[in-house]
């Protein structure tokens, strides 16, 4: 079957860098994808990795490995307003999203 | 108004109630999804419709049915609904199907009762 792991929880510091992982296991790959996601709101998009690197934008930054089927969001200079959900999803072979259910990160003072 | 807008945000309904919620595009995009949220689970996608024509129904129990009279419009029609439908309803559009980013409306929270 299909499938993408990240972490339930994550908590960190405002100021510091917290690093959220994503693992997956898919039938092809067409491009991974980030979304934040804010309590109550809808998701939106962060970032698109479809080739293996870092992909930088501002404070966040996206990291992808094909070959290990693994990718993370690395975000900086935390902020209070980063207290999100952080969604990893794959489009497979069909083109289809395969999502995972999340990960909640708490930013603490 | 511009983005994806979703009517109404919240919803309660008794399970033999008919009820529809309401997805507009301001994008200009020619896909358009009805995804469930709930919670601590993924994404479930439910349906996909591609210029007005529906491409994709994952195996979604007849009391939910959509309707897509254009490219900017979609609706999910529900009628006698189960408690466990209670989720997170979200509608999203893209360019197109397969290489595109999709774009996700506020959601429309639905507890049945």
């Known amino acids: 079957g299909q499938n993408i792991d990240q972490p339930t929880e994550m908590t960190a510091t405002e100021g510091a860098i917290v690093q959220i992982n994503c693992t997956y296991q898919?039938?092809?790959?067409?491009?991974l994808f980030w979304y934040q996601q804010h309590a109550g709101e809808a998701p939106t998009f962060l970032s698109y990795?479809?080739l293996d690197g870092l992909e930088e934008k501002g404070r966040f930054s996206s990291f992808l490995s094909r070959s290990k089927g693994y990718s993370y969001l690395l975000l900086k200079e935390l902020q209070m307003k980063d207290s999100a959900s952080y969604l990893c999803?794959?489009?497979?072979?069909?083109?289809?999203?395969?999502w995972g259910a999340g990960t909640k990160l708490i930013i603490k003072p | 108004e511009t983005g994806v807008t979703q009517t109404p945000r919240h919803l309660v309904m008794g399970m033999t109630n008919k009820k529809s919620l309401k997805c507009e595009q301001h994008?200009?995009?020619?896909?358009m999804y009805w995804y469930k949220q709930s919670a601590k689970k993924p994404l479930e996608l439910m349906f996909v419709?591609?210029?007005?024509?529906?491409?994709e129904n994952n195996s979604v129990p007849s009391r939910f049915s959509p309707e897509c009279p254009n490219s900017s419009h979609l609706f999910l029609h529900l009628h006698t609904l189960q408690p466990e439908d209670s989720a997170l309803y979200l509608c999203?559009?893209?360019?197109?199907?397969?290489?595109?980013?999709?774009?996700f409306g506020p959601g429309t929270r639905l507890l049945v009762l």
């Open positions: 999203a559009s893209s360019q197109g199907l397969e290489v595109e980013t999709q774009y």
């Open positions: 999803a794959v489009r497979d072979s069909n083109y289809q999203l395969i």
């Open positions: 898919t039938s092809g790959f067409n491009g």
């Open positions: 994008l200009g995009h020619n896909a």
């Open positions: 419709y591609n210029f007005k024509e529906q491409t």
């Open positions: 990795n479809v």
